[in-house]
């Protein structure tokens, strides 16, 4: 910890009106960690953090109790269900349990048990120890020995269904096993990622440029919580059952009996929970556990302390939020002393900018770390994402000798700096208001704590993500040139630039190499890749504007600047004239003021359209594409046509339009136009020798026409 830490006001010493507001403070930064965790899968601080934070609040309510109130994080679990997921109401609250830190509070809560079931003084109650998992609580209900819903916490009264998604982990049986399956019965317990599986995603997650986790638990919540069930059954996730919550009846009356049916029914159940007949048993086991924690397969945060008989449990009962009859003993953060030797700004595929600790390497509970996020510019300076102080404030400095810990997380913190050993020379540190890899100004937009290069179109780290969007089906949408196509060009320096699209036929007829000669390719395919993208050459101006990924211009605002411009001159113009004027205090042009006028488009939207003008190199972007390209009024759909609305699909061979006639004559009357039929589908347009399309349509009952009807149908 920092030598020269601001250490709170001791508790004894609070008067009431400065309890109440520092009561209020930590519930409302304890509800921002609660919702970034429970909700997001993105918690941005350390568990012994928080828990150094419940804990003060803890202390302030047991000293001022009429500070209780109904909504304060002490009574409640977890945070409110995030949306997109349907809600179900657990039968039996899915609660949490009290922490213990020490081997003192661990005979303390021995001790009350023992008081409150007033056993003799030889008399011990038998405990359970399992380990805690770090992962995510999870509660399933089996009817009749059928998994008919999974739940998660939530906010331990109401959880997210998230049936079908479970239904993919292979730890989890849809029917349980065995005769001694009660009617109704909910068993809970932790969905967990392996260590080695975590690293394994992240690697490929890395490669995709897509979300890296910060470590297993998150992943896990990450993974499970997906729309797209596929995803979910991609990812490899596991279950560990230790506890139930609505029971028809109990086949067993102790917990480590419960345990062993759990077994019996088809659950995975820890291998290392022990019965243990003591004090000195439990701590044993607590210490065990602790050496061998970095070598299990996967994460834990302490060792939970259950009493075996359910009986005992039930005289017991519960006590606010947690259950008298168990408790969780937590590891201490890991921690080691180092240097930050330097600080390494990476750039992500949107140009956000995440500063990297360079730290001299260390042992941290048996890892070497070398490395730990720094997140943004104001993390190193010591403040967090809700504008709170952290690390008591005290920025970083290269050179500083800092604390780093790994709680339970793969990926290190840093987490105090040491300001007794910082060297006399150690400088504030300056983010750069560049982007080390192209040199473009980066930018930070209002209340966000990103700073972003704004070379979009030009940085090598965010190049071909930007190709890819720029070929993307809402964009330019060019057959045969998708995401993996981009790649690979890109990787051998075909494609670097949007022009080079265009410029790729003509490239190729005098390379010695040819595109032809590429492996995937032959003369057929390279034509008709030339062919769509000649196709391409003309293009809607609400596409254009789509397709170059500016931040904040989706579909429907590429749209609103479309047809508020008309002209990709128009538009041009006028934002090369808002960027001219664009100052760190605004922008005071009409140019401006016209962009900002337009109904839908804020802010937030004009900024970024102005900070993507003001970078020169994306202006050059744009007029080298321009030259290869014809920008085409934007198309209106036609709302009241027959097919508005309608999915289409094309199939056969057509005789009367190309393809891509055929699909943009669809896209004007305002039809979808589909690759595949299913029974989304509403009209299948088919030509001579269409084949397995046409079996398709008819499996879903859809209508199919020829392309006579489609023609007499689009004119009328
Ligand atoms: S028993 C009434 N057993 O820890 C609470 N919980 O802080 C019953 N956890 O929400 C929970 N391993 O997500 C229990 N062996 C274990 C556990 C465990 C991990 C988690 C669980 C729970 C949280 C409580």
Not at 209 to 214: M, N
Not at 379 to 397: E, K, M, S
Not at 594 to 623: P, Q, S, T, Y
Not at 654 to 681: C, I, N, P, Q, Y
Request: net charge neutral; glycine share 8%.
């Amino acid at each position: 910890m920092a030598s020269k830490a601001k250490t709170p006001p001791d508790i004894s010493s609070l008067t009431r009106s400065k309890a109440a507001v520092e009561h209020k403070r930590l519930a409302l930064e304890i509800e921002a960690h609660n919702e970034r965790y429970y909700q997001k899968d993105a918690p941005t601080v350390s568990d012994a953090a928080y828990d150094a934070l419940r804990k003060r609040l803890e202390a302030i309510e047991a000293r001022f109790p009429e500070l209780v109130t109904s909504n304060s994080p002490t009574q409640t679990v977890g945070a409110s269900p995030a949306r997109g997921f349907a809600k179900v109401q657990h039968a039996v609250p899915m609660l949490s349990l009290g922490n213990a830190f020490s081997d003192e509070e661990v005979a303390e809560f021995v001790e009350r048990i023992r008081r409150f079931l007033k056993l003799g003084a030889d008399e011990f109650p038998a405990i359970v120890a399992e380990p805690k998992i770090d992962g995510l609580s999870l509660s399933l209900r089996y009817e009749n020995g059928e998994l008919v819903r999974a739940a998660t916490r939530g906010d331990g009264f109401i959880g997210e269904d998230v049936t079908a998604n479970v239904r993919t982990i292979k730890d989890v049986p849809n029917t349980l096993k065995g005769r001694n399956i009660p009617a109704a019965c909910e068993m809970r317990g932790e969905v967990y990622m392996l260590k080695r599986d975590f690293l394994a995603l992240n690697k490929k997650q890395a490669e995709a440029e897509d979300t890296v986790f910060a470590n297993p638990r998150n992943s896990a919540a990450g993974s499970l919580r997906q729309k797209d069930v596929a995803i979910t059954a991609s990812r490899p996730l596991k279950f560990f059952a230790y506890t139930w919550g609505e029971m028809s009846e109990r086949p067993a009356d102790t917990q480590h009996g419960m345990l062993a049916w759990m077994e019996k029914a088809g659950f995975t159940v820890n291998p290392l929970i022990t019965l243990c007949k003591s004090v000195e048993d439990v701590l044993k086991f607590y210490r065990k556990i602790g050496e061998e924690r970095a070598s299990l397969g996967y994460d834990i945060d302490g060792v939970v302390y259950k009493v075996d008989r359910l009986d005992w449990q039930d005289r017991l009962g519960f006590v606010s939020r947690s259950p008298r009859w168990a408790i969780a003993h937590k590891f201490a953060a890991e921690q080691a002393t180092t240097v930050l030797n330097g600080i390494d700004i990476q750039v992500g595929r949107t140009g956000a900018m995440t500063p990297v600790a360079r730290l001299e390497p260390v042992t941290v509970g048996g890892v070497v770390v070398q490395n730990a996020t720094l997140h943004n510019e104001d993390y190193i300076r010591g403040i967090g994402n809700d504008g709170q102080p952290i690390r008591d404030g005290v920025d970083l400095r290269v050179g500083d000798t800092v604390v780093v810990q790994r709680a339970g997380d793969v990926i290190p913190q840093v987490v105090s700096v040491i300001l007794d050993k910082r060297p006399k020379s150690a400088k504030p540190y300056k983010f750069p208001d560049k982007c080390p890899i192209c040199g473009s100004h980066a930018v930070r937009e209002e209340g966000e704590a990103v700073r972003r290069c704004t070379g979009a179109l030009i940085c090598p780290a965010q190049a071909v993500e930007r190709l890819k969007h720029f070929v993307s089906r809402l964009a330019f949408d060019i057959d045969g040139l998708g995401e993996k196509q981009i790649q690979e060009f890109y990787d051998d320096g075909l494609i670097m630039h949007p022009v080079d699209i265009f410029t790729l036929e003509k490239r190729d007829s005098r390379a010695a190499k040819k595109l032809r000669d590429r492996e995937g390719y032959g003369e057929v395919s390279v034509r008709n890749l030339f062919a769509a993208i000649d196709a391409r050459r003309k293009i809607e101006l609400n596409r254009l504007i789509f397709a170059l990924g500016i931040r904040h211009v989706g579909e429907g605002n590429a749209k609103l600047l479309a047809r508020h411009y008309g002209s990709i001159e128009n538009f041009r113009s006028a934002m090369t004239e808002a960027a001219a004027a664009q100052t760190e205090e605004g922008n005071g042009s009409e140019a401006y003021a016209d962009l900002n006028n337009i109904g839908g488009v804020g802010d937030i939207v004009a900024d970024a359209v102005v900070e993507f003008f003001a970078e020169k190199r994306n202006v050059k972007a744009l007029n080298d594409l321009l030259s290869e390209i014809e920008v085409l009024p934007m198309e209106q759909a036609r709302r009241d046509s027959a097919v508005a609305g309608k999915t289409v699909v094309f199939t056969g061979s057509l005789e009367k339009f190309t393809r891509d006639e055929a699909k943009a004559s669809a896209e004007r009357m305002g039809a979808k136009v589909s690759g595949s039929v299913s029974k989304k589908t509403d009209l299948v347009v088919a030509g001579p020798g269409a084949g397995s399309k046409l079996k398709d349509a008819e499996k879903h009952g859809v209508k199919v026409i020829s392309e006579d009807d489609w023609l007499k149908l689009i004119e009328g």
